[in-house]
């Protein structure tokens, strides 16, 4: 049984760029979130999809944005590119309303290294 | 807003007891969760703990809330040098958003 897959696992940009990232929740989930984790941070929450629309959003300016298809895979975009935007970019799928160990399941992450 | 702090840094030998704190200010979080994170790898699932439970054991893993004091602690029996890794404790909120803690680097020594 695949858990969530990523791609791609490394990516380097320019300022002003923009990039697509990609998320496969595991078998079974349909609701994925985003998360990006600054170098020894954190991560933070960017945004959640449920049904093909976004659900719930964090403190992200609109540069970020997201798509979930019929499938219930996932991209996440950002346009614009900053140095700032440099992070790992994590997805996480599960089932709604659903805690505990039947919860959250993250990915590897894509390193996104902005230049 | 919400907010989940850790300290950031914890040495212990091998073979002793590690614990990790944890002290989050939502009132309304659900779950509380730990996360493991070893270098350039994604985030694993350790342990997590309903918000009306007082305490939680997992094998070597204990986990304990004080939701008075909004503090958690995560306990790691016998430590192994495979432990070694960045330890999250997060918090999910009623529309399943996880806020995560800064993280604690734990280093076992052998």
């Known amino acids: 049984d695949a858990g969530v897959t990523q791609s791609p696992t490394h990516l380097i940009k320019t300022r002003g760029q923009q990039v697509t990232l990609r998320c496969s929740p595991k078998s079974g989930h349909d609701t994925v979130s985003w998360y990006q984790q600054a170098l020894g941070q954190g991560p933070q929450f960017i945004f959640q999809?449920?049904?093909?629309?976004?659900?719930q959003r964090g403190n992200f300016p609109d540069r970020f944005s997201g798509h979930q298809f019929p499938n219930y895979s996932s991209e996440l975009n950002v346009n614009a590119l900053l140095l700032g935007d440099s992070a790992l970019y994590l997805c996480?799928?599960?089932?709604?309303?659903?805690?505990?160990?039947?919860?959250?399941?993250f990915g590897s992450g894509t390193r996104l290294t902005v230049v | 807003g919400e907010d989940v702090e850790q300290s950031l840094f914890l040495s212990v030998r091998e073979g002793d007891s590690s614990v990790i704190n944890c002290t989050y200010t939502d009132s309304s979080s659900t779950y509380l969760y730990w996360y493991k994170q070893e270098p350039g790898a994604g985030l694993q699932l350790l342990t997590y703990?309903?918000?009306?439970?007082d305490m939680k054991q997992d094998q070597r893993l204990t986990v304990l809330l004080n939701k008075k004091d909004k503090h958690l602690s995560l306990r790691i029996a016998d430590t192994q040098t495979g432990d070694s890794a960045i330890y999250f404790c997060a918090e999910r909120d009623a529309g399943n958003m996880l806020t995560f803690g800064g993280g604690t680097r734990l280093m076992v020594k052998p």
């Open positions: 999809y449920y049904e093909e629309e976004e659900r």
């Open positions: 703990i309903f918000s009306n439970m």
């Open positions: 996480a799928s599960s089932l709604p309303g659903q805690g505990g160990d039947y919860g959250y399941t």
